[in-house]
């Protein structure tokens, strides 16, 4: 792993974060999602309600294909079983055939052995074009420190800042840590997101679904870094407005929904914390 | 494909779709449902709240003879694996014996073909009592047009209605194509139920768990056809009651399912759009 | 199967539960659950709701490694697969081993004869800390009768003490024992918790994330029977106060989540009911 290049620290404007959103609605992306059990339906429903489409086409016989005619693809480590990461190998050689964006989510990557390799598996097949995880799950991707205890962070996004940058360099991706604070980076450029509330963190799948987003976000950018700080800013915007109506984690979820669908870009642009 | 027979709109009365709500809820019919992971929960839920009892029993060993003890089964097509595959085999060769009125949900069927095979491999092991699927889908299991990509249609419930009646004459089944009016037929008749809302696109499964109630009406009902009219009516009223509660598809999920279990029979004959 | 030694009804103290809330959040027990794929969200959400971290780890790979790092373990057998299962027999030597508390819920038992199977074998190999289930479930589990329908009890609670005391005798467990009052025993005494609502049955997995909150309660307590007791009585005391804000099952689980993330535990010293 070598030292940072240089880095520049950008700010995207508002204005830009939002046209982002507005063009992701346009062209409604199909979003195909090899995800984990527990998420799949939440998954589902934050892209349903952003304005992309879903469809969680994760067997090995269908899922290389269906790569070819989707817009972006997601591959989400959280519940591994065999037929599975067959899948995702699959789907992975098909995206890079076919030019299709894909996001990487290394869902307990450290922790837990198995998926560390099937996540080093997919890499060496072929560069996604965002990474999402915790700031744990990056470290582990990176071969730097333990990892979790499973989908649970024991570090904060800026501990894992630098690492970020060297392996968003080392594979040629965005990579987007997850924290109070999201910093993301494509090795050269650092965004930070300054928006969201911790009930994210009560609610299961609350960062696996950004990772859905980052992808229907990637189906339409031209600057993948772009992309997923669009996609952070529309899911934790709407977070924080849907935090503001509710009483706890269960009221909270359903408000993140109703908040995404009714979503003014305008309301995005003034809401927005760039840093 | 034969070109349908003399076709007959008939408008069940309002009076006698109430009834089949009371029946089934009377009956509170044990419905065994092969699903996928995006809609399982969901699927439940729906079912629960409307006053059914559903059983997800969808491995190889198990779902044969619970067949045999259920009172309808539900196959839905959504995501596929080598071992639910199996399972779904075994539950259609097993109802059929049983004499248990089961669902075909081909979902997806048509652009992913994979799954279009299994869908013609099961409706040649043993006729269903009803089919259920968007205007996409019931093409692509006549063999006509391409198929959406993924769960989404591209044509309308009209486009599919002639379609719809050869596929329910060739099956000796009834046939329900999903949309803005839902259009349903056994091949001689036709009914189309005009309620329902925009948001039942954007809720996961909307489509899927009706099919799961179309199952718990066809349990009780003599005549499939007015099953598979009560059951949509239900929801789709149902979800008019909800829609008019609520801020978006969040809070729309929700309220559909109070208004399922809160749904008086009487209100549903109020509401009841048969034309 | 013994006949049961003489048993003491037991009253906790209110107290005593409420301590038992308080030292559970303090701990923020790592719960590892293999579940099924109707209930994974609900009962991961309703694990973040009350404190607890869930970790659903459920491949043959991994899920014996994590469960020495994890605090308890969940085995559901909801919707069991043949890889699953694997797991599940790798989790529990594995928690063995390690000395990790874990709790079965036999989902179906009785009537679906792999799973009675696969429960045989699991308890063979190791002894849990808890065993939950419906009436129907525990006195299949014990031989005696044939279960439910899939989930659905056909008994009541009060039938199955007797057996659930034997059963908790023959494997040095907590039974505990579902109803609209739940009954709960290890063998020699026996307690009784009387809060709950029947919306609880109208939400799939209402009983399922009751299993796993039990495994995080069990993480931290020195005696299993309080600590299916606390977790109990957390689940529906808090079910009680939702019910009393909403208007059907939908926003009874939305609420649940809520009142679960908000119970103070001075408020469920103050309205649990214990016999």
Same mark, same amino acid.
């Given at each position: 792993?070598?030292?940072?290049?240089?880095?520049?620290?950008?700010?995207?404007?508002?204005?830009?974060?939002?046209?982002?959103?507005?063009?992701?609605?346009?062209?409604?992306?199909?979003?195909?999602?090899?995800?984990?059990?527990?998420?799949?339906?939440?998954?589902?429903?934050?892209?349903?309600?952003?304005?992309?489409?879903?469809?969680?086409?994760?067997?090995?016989?269908?899922?290389?294909?269906?790569?070819?005619?989707?817009?972006?693809?997601?591959?989400?480590?959280?519940?591994?079983?065999?037929?599975?990461?067959?899948?995702?190998? +699959?789907?992975?050689?098909?995206?890079?055939?076919?030019?299709?964006?894909?996001?990487?989510?290394?869902? %307990?990557?450290?922790?837990?052995?198995?998926?560390?390799?099937?996540?080093?598996?997919?890499?060496?097949?072929?560069?996604?074009?965002?990474?999402? %995880?915790?700031?744990?799950? =990056?470290?582990?991707?990176?071969?730097?420190? %333990?990892?979790?205890? +499973?989908?649970?962070?024991?570090?904060?996004?800026?501990?894992?800042?630098?690492?970020?940058?060297?392996?968003?360099?080392?594979?040629?991706?965005?990579?987007?840590?997850? +924290?109070?604070?999201?910093? @993301?980076?494509?090795?050269?450029?650092?965004?930070?997101?300054?928006?969201?509330?911790?009930?994210?963190?009560?609610?299961?799948?609350?960062?696996?679904?950004?990772? #859905?987003?980052? #992808?229907?976000?990637?189906?339409?950018?031209?600057?993948?870094?772009?992309?997923?700080? #669009?996609?952070?800013?529309?899911?934790?915007?709407?977070?924080? =407005?849907?935090?503001?109506?509710?009483?706890?984690?269960?009221?909270?979820?359903?408000?993140?929904?109703?908040?995404?669908?009714? @979503?003014?870009?305008?309301?995005?642009?003034?809401?927005?914390?760039?840093?």
């Amino acid at each position: 792993m070598s030292a940072p290049r240089s880095v520049h620290a950008v700010r995207f404007s508002a204005a830009a974060v939002g046209e982002q959103l507005t063009a992701m609605r346009g062209h409604a992306p199909l979003v195909q999602c090899l995800t984990n059990i527990v998420v799949a339906q939440w998954t589902a429903n934050v892209l349903l309600a952003a304005g992309a489409s879903p469809a969680m086409v994760d067997n090995p016989e269908e899922s290389g294909p269906f790569a070819a005619v989707a817009d972006a693809v997601l591959v989400n480590l959280g519940t591994p079983q065999e037929e599975t990461v067959a899948a995702m190998h +699959g789907v992975v050689r098909a995206a890079a055939v076919a030019g299709t964006p894909w996001v990487l989510d290394p869902v %307990g990557v450290g922790g837990l052995l198995w998926r560390t390799r099937i996540a080093s598996d997919l890499l060496a097949l072929a560069a996604p074009a965002l990474i999402r %995880g915790n700031p744990s799950e =990056i470290l582990a991707l990176s071969g730097v420190g %333990g990892g979790g205890r +499973g989908p649970e962070s024991v570090d904060t996004a800026e501990d894992a800042v630098d690492v970020a940058m060297s392996l968003a360099q080392q594979h040629g991706t965005v990579v987007a840590v997850s +924290g109070a604070v999201d910093h @993301l980076t494509d090795g050269t450029r650092l965004v930070r997101v300054a928006n969201g509330h911790p009930w994210l963190t009560k609610v299961t799948g609350g960062g696996c679904a950004l990772g #859905a987003l980052m #992808a229907a976000f990637a189906a339409t950018a031209d600057d993948p870094l772009l992309a997923a700080t #669009a996609a952070t800013a529309t899911y934790t915007v709407a977070a924080d =407005i849907a935090a503001e109506r509710v009483a706890g984690p269960g009221s909270f979820a359903v408000a993140l929904l109703d908040s995404l669908a009714s @979503l003014d870009p305008q309301e995005l642009v003034d809401r927005v914390v760039l840093r």
